[in-house]
């Protein structure tokens, strides 16, 4: 498995985390919006740092959509 692979899958696991430690924190009867809002706010940069990568990735040809050859 190619490097950039294994780094898009751990940027999207790391996106689910950040979900899940939001979601803690509003689940949680403490009401602490503040962590709940730095949660989210990472999982959005995390989200636009993965387009970033996908698309410089692709841009590069370390990924083609279809596993058609780069080029196409």
């Known amino acids: 498995m190619d490097i950039i692979k294994i780094l ?3 940027v ?3 996106i689910v985390a950040s979900l899940g430690n939001a979601l ?3 689940s949680s009867g403490k009401g602490d919006s503040r962590k709940m809002a730095r949660a989210l706010t990472v999982r959005v940069g995390l989200s ?3 387009f970033l990568l996908l ?3 692709w841009y590069l040809g370390y990924i083609s959509p ?3 050859p780069p080029g196409r």
């Open 8 to 10: 898009i899958v751990l």
């Open 24 to 26: 803690f924190h509003l």
């Open 48 to 50: 636009l740092a993965l």
């Open 12 to 14: 999207l696991i790391a």
């Open 66 to 68: 279809h596993n058609l």
């Open 55 to 57: 698309m410089l990735a």
